[in-house]
C-alpha cells in the first residue's frame, strides 16, 4: 500500500506534555498538508508544506504548534504543553505539484488530551 | 473565505431507496468543489470533484452531484443506495486560487435493511 500513512494512530498524553505526530506522504507528492477534525466537524486546514517550505499556516496553529518537513518528504507536527482543547482527529493529506490535483488522506492521529 | 454548509447531519435511508444530500456554499471567488466520503475506521476518499465543464459529475459508485451557481449548490444523489453506502459524507470547497480545502460538517448516512 503506498498510501498516505500516518504515526502514532492513536496517542493519549497528560494535559502539559508534548507530543509529535509523523506523516508520509506519497512518494513523489510535493504537496503536504495538515488538517484537524474535532468530534462532529469537518477537518480544518492547519498548514501546507510545498517540498520543505512551510507556505502557510492557519490562525488556528497557535505558537504551540510546530510542523516541519525537513527534506521535503516525511512531514512531523509537535504540539507542546498540550491543553484539553488540543484533543482530536489530526490528518495529514498529500497532493502532486500539478494545478488541482486531488488531495489523498491518510487515516489520521487520534489525540486524547487526560 | 469560503465557506460550506450541509443541510443535514443525519440522514437515515432505507437500502435501495433515493438519497440527497445537500450542500450550499459560500465565496466571494470562484470555486472547485468536491464531495469526500469517510467510511467506518477508514480515510477520507474523493467521492466526484467539479472543476469546469459538464456541471454534472458522476462517481464510479453511482453517486451524482451538480453545481449550480446560481443557487451555490452542489447536492449529492444516489437513485439506489446500498448497506455499504453507509458512511460520513463531506461536501468540500477549494478557492481557485488557493490549496487548502475547506469542509463542511460532514453527514452521516446510515443505510438499514
Known amino acids: 500500500d503506498t498510501g498516505v500513512s500516518q504515526n502514532p494512530r492513536h496517542k493519549i498524553t497528560k494535559r502539559g506534555q508534548n507530543v509529535t505526530f509523523r506523516c508520509d506522504p506519497i512518494?513523489?507528492?510535493?504537496?503536504l498538508y495538515w488538517y484537524r477534525q474535532t468530534l462532529g466537524q469537518g477537518p480544518e486546514f492547519l498548514t501546507y508544506?510545498?517540498?520543505?517550505?512551510?507556505?502557510?499556516k492557519s490562525r488556528l496553529l497557535s505558537d504551540r504548534f510546530s510542523a516541519e518537513r525537513p527534506k521535503g518528504s516525511f512531514s512531523t507536527l509537535e504540539i507542546q504543553r498540550t491543553e484539553q482543547g488540543d484533543s482530536a482527529m489530526y490528518l495529514c493529506?498529500?497532493?502532486?505539484?500539478?494545478?488541482?490535483?486531488?488531495?489523498?488522506f491518510g487515516p489520521g492521529t487520534r489525540l486524547l488530551v487526560l | 473565505a469560503q465557506s460550506v454548509t450541509q443541510l443535514d447531519s443525519q440522514v437515515p435511508v432505507f437500502e435501495e431507496a433515493p438519497v440527497e444530500l445537500r450542500c450550499n456554499y459560500s465565496?466571494?471567488?470562484?470555486?472547485?468543489l468536491f464531495w469526500y466520503v469517510q467510511y467506518p475506521n477508514q480515510g477520507l476518499q474523493l467521492l466526484l470533484k467539479?472543476?469546469?465543464?459538464?456541471?454534472l459529475v458522476e462517481s464510479i459508485n453511482g453517486f451524482e452531484a451538480e453545481f449550480n451557481k446560481s443557487q451555490t449548490s452542489f447536492h449529492l444523489r444516489k437513485p439506489s443506495v446500498h448497506i455499504s453506502d453507509t458512511a460520513e459524507y463531506f461536501c468540500?470547497?477549494?478557492?481557485?486560487?488557493?490549496?487548502?480545502?475547506?469542509f463542511g460538517a460532514g453527514t452521516t448516512v446510515t443505510v438499514r435493511a
Open positions: 467539479y472543476l469546469s465543464g459538464s456541471t
Open positions: 508544506f510545498q517540498n520543505e517550505a512551510q507556505l502557510e
Open positions: 465565496s466571494s471567488v470562484s470555486v472547485y
Open positions: 512518494s513523489e507528492h510535493n504537496r
Open positions: 493529506a498529500s497532493s502532486p505539484d500539478r494545478g488541482l490535483e486531488t488531495q489523498y
Open positions: 468540500v470547497v477549494r478557492a481557485g486560487n488557493d490549496y487548502k480545502l475547506s
